[in-house]
């Protein structure tokens, strides 16, 4: 095995990510190549004193500083969404009990003939819309 | 038995619901990770405590945005990360050099029976402390605060080619920096010995 082999394992070695077989190759170059042995040697020692320090500790006064920062209340005034669905669709719902009182009312007691008739009126209303629509779109496209 | 994941969303769930004086716990929990995080890459333990704290903060008003797949811990520490790396970037626009900073106020020795093993934790931390902030980072995250491959990916948004590839030249940064500084005390003491 080579030394940029042994350095590949001895990352693996690091990352705690090593099967028995690279062990063992590992092993047999580090007794073979001192350059390697002492190179693991440095990293191990690094590596290690950098996981055995421990971490700072935050100072005493720390919690408060945050605590006097932040909003203890936020999230219950927050409306929680399910909440807040429920209220649309009552809203709505009641928006259209209320329209088809309204429609009931004002169409729904009329004589069948006159109901003819209005109908008869929004259909002819439609075509003449569609006419003029009709028309509109010739003249610009002559201009055009 | 809940696993401190469990643990942690347990809290985030009563806080969203209102109870926002849960938030104590998670600050206890992190507090000496997410500080050390700080400290470590700004180096002045004032800026560090303001950091931290803003790191908090605003952890606690985007809540709501928390996604649970990820760790908590994975989630506060990206933020941590981010907000020291922005402070850093514009401690450098008003162009100064982090050399001229205080050097990091480690804790006077207590007891000389701990001579020894202070002199080594100092070392360490000018080991990590020489170290450019991109490595400085990944170190820490993956060697003192145990976060995984795939966390640091999250942590940083980097590819894991990438988190692997930098941690790998880290250790070796770091490595030849002890060497580096071991010799030369190893120099000064032949010295004093000729002395
Ligand atoms: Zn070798």
Redesign the interface.
């Known amino acids: 095995m080579d030394c940029k082999r042994a350095s590949s394992l001895i990352?693996d070695y690091?990352?705690r990510n090593m099967d028995a077989m690279g062990q063992r190759d590992l092993d047999l170059h580090l007794k073979q190549c001192s350059l390697c042995r002492r190179?693991f040697q440095?990293?191990k020692?690094?590596?290690e004193?950098?996981?055995?320090?421990q971490?700072?500790?935050?100072?005493e006064d720390?919690?408060i500083?945050?605590?006097k920062?932040?909003?203890?209340?936020?999230?219950?005034r927050q409306k929680p969404i399910y909440k807040s669905r429920v209220g649309m669709w009552a809203a709505a719902s009641l928006y259209f009990a209320f329209l088809s009182i309204f429609f009931y009312l004002k169409y729904g007691t009329m004589h069948w003939e006159t109901k003819i008739i209005a109908l008869m009126k929004f259909v002819d209303l439609g075509n003449r819309i569609y006419g003029l629509w009709g028309l509109i779109g010739k003249v610009f496209g002559k201009i055009g | 038995m809940a696993t401190l994941q469990d643990r942690d969303h347990k809290v985030i769930e009563e806080i969203l619901k209102g109870n926002g004086e849960r938030f104590h716990e998670l600050i206890a929990r992190y507090k000496n990770g997410v500080y050390s995080i700080c400290l470590r890459m700004v180096k002045d333990r004032e800026e560090a405590r303001d950091l931290a704290q803003e790191v908090f903060i605003k952890a606690y008003y985007s809540l709501k945005g928390y996604n649970r797949e990820y760790k908590f811990s994975t989630w506060i520490f990206k933020i941590a990360t981010n907000l020291c790396i922005d402070h850093l970037r514009k401690r450098k626009a008003q162009t100064l050099s982090l050399d001229e900073r205080l050097s990091m106020p480690y804790d006077a020795a207590s007891a000389e029976s701990v001579y020894f093993h202070r002199c080594n934790r100092d070392e360490i931390n000018r080991v990590i402390d020489g170290l450019p902030e991109d490595y400085r980072i990944l170190i820490i995250l993956y060697h003192k605060e145990g976060l995984s491959y795939q966390d640091i990916c999250q942590v940083l948004d980097l590819p894991m080619s990438k988190v692997k590839n930098r941690l790998h030249r880290a250790r070796n940064m770091l490595k030849e920096k002890l060497r580096e500084i071991k010799e030369e005390e190893s120099g000064w003491t032949a010295k004093e010995l000729q002395v």
């Open positions: 990352m690091f990352d190179d440095w990293m020692e690094a590596i004193g950098v996981e055995s320090i971490d700072w500790q935050a100072p720390f919690e500083g945050i605590f920062e932040i909003d203890l209340q936020y999230y219950r």
